[in-house]
């Protein structure tokens, strides 16, 4: 019903009129880049409970309205819209993804999924179709961690797994995650009565750019997620004893520079030697206290360490945590690895991914099935209901950057795959 696809023809997008679903999707995503919905100027940065948060999710609930929608926010600062079923409160497949962005991010990096599950919504509205299951459509306000240390705390509310004392959590200016709570008039005591329960909501399936160079190397516009690899984030501290740049003999110092330079080369020989998909980064690095002439007196850095099975990225951890001790040890200095977030590797719901293929088939193109390096919120969401991940190819697989691209050709064909995911779900539900 939406285009007229079938396996090995030619791809065809669906449309009503001059709405083209998955073409706005992509504009609003443009609109989006820029101030108020950025914190910045001449960038994109859109952290969790700042003011662009704010503004992003403002405009969201109107469009989510606009499409026929009730909107509201919940508990964690996810904003959720929904579109009845033919029966009122009737359980909800949810569709979406993440508003919030890296620090000078791209403009689809999670938005476009928040933004294509508008458009697909408002394309069964205008149709009159109303469903067997509602459909809700949520923006959720914290994947990347960009604020905050942990990432995830907000999918996590709603699957019912968040840890109350992540309120504890300081940002980089000191402010406590529930003070940020307060200041964006959420009561940070309530976090957990964004858990949804069971039965309200029984499948997720989120849009995403790949992220990578997969489909645009096999000529490719779509992709079906088998499996979100396991991740962990730690942070890496390395002590000695701060001093003056000019006085000090370089064998009299205590310099943790130079530590962290090795355990960060030891990190990269430990993952390019991996297997499934090991990799690591160290994205932020900080020398205390900071100057041109002083020896620090401690430096502190990330570390973020994945692969598609757990046992290998745990074994690269422990091959790294060994090899900062002992460059420590023979430094004279002292050393810490903290783990801060962990996150299990999520195969998506092999029942609900072969829907997918299915749809994406409909639309023409031949379906590809490819793993997740990228964290998503559908690894947290797995806990809750069964969840599928569509990926959208992005020019030379570049993202979290501001060069990150996407057609609207290719965000339409995604708008009509998910609609055509939609149409097989009922089929499925009135079977
Ligand atoms: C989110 O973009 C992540 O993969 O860390
Ligand atoms: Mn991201
Ligand atoms: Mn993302």
Redesign the pocket.
């Known amino acids: 019903m939406y285009g007229k696809g079938e396996p090995g023809r030619v791809a065809e997008a669906f449309e009503i009129g001059d709405f083209k679903p998955g073409v706005r999707a992509k504009t609003r995503c443009d609109l989006m880049g820029a101030p108020p919905y950025s914190e910045a100027e001449g960038m994109l940065v859109r952290r969790f409970l700042t003011s662009a948060h704010d503004e992003a999710l403002k405009t969201l609930a109107f469009w989510m309205e606009e499409a026929g929608m009730s909107a509201r926010r919940d508990h964690a600062g996810n904003l959720v819209g929904r579109y009845e079923g033919a029966t009122l409160g009737a359980p909800a497949l949810l569709v979406g993804s993440h508003i919030d962005s890296v620090r000078n991010g791209g403009r689809y990096?999670g938005a476009l999924g928040v933004m294509l599950g508008i458009d697909v919504v408002e394309a069964l509205a205008r149709a009159g179709r109303r469903l067997p299951f509602a459909v809700e459509v949520i923006a959720f306000g914290d994947?990347?961690g960009s604020r905050f240390p942990a990432?995830m705390t907000c999918s996590r509310a709603v699957a019912g797994t968040v840890d109350p004392s992540v309120m504890e959590m300081t940002d980089g200016d000191g402010v406590s995650l529930a003070q940020a709570f307060a200041a964006f008039a959420l009561d940070p005591t309530r976090l957990e009565e964004a858990a949804r329960k069971p039965g309200e909501v029984f499948a997720f399936l989120e849009a995403h750019i790949e992220q990578g160079p997969v489909l645009e190397a096999e000529g490719l516009a779509l992709g079906v997620v088998t499996a979100i690899a396991a991740q962990k984030r730690l942070m890496v501290r390395f002590a000695g004893v701060a001093g003056h740049a000019g006085t000090t003999p370089m064998n009299l110092r205590k310099d943790p520079g130079p530590a962290a330079a090795e355990a960060i080369l030891a990190l990269e020989r430990i993952c390019s030697g991996g297997k499934d998909g090991l990799v690591g980064t160290v994205g932020r690095i900080t020398a205390l206290p900071g100057a041109f002439n002083v020896i620090p007196g401690a430096v502190e850095y990330s570390m973020d360490v994945r692969a598609e099975v757990a046992a290998t990225r745990d074994a690269a951890v422990e091959a790294v945590t060994a090899e900062i001790h002992a460059i420590a040890a023979r430094r004279g200095l002292e050393a810490s690895v903290t783990l801060m977030q962990d996150l299990a590797a999520s195969p998506c719901d092999p029942g609900l991914t072969a829907l997918l293929e299915d749809a994406v088939a409909a639309t023409g193109q031949a379906p590809r099935r490819l793993p997740s390096g990228?964290?998503h919120d559908a690894m947290v969401i797995a806990d809750l209901c069964p969840t599928a991940m569509l990926f959208i190819r992005c020019e030379g697989g570049i993202s979290?950057n501001p060069r990150e691209a996407v057609t609207e050709a290719d965000c339409a064909l995604a708008a009509t795959a998910m609609l055509h995911f939609i149409d097989q779900l009922e089929r499925r539900e009135r079977a």
Do not use: C, L, V
Request: hydrophobic content about 15%.
């Open positions: 990096d994947e990347e990432s990228a964290g979290h």
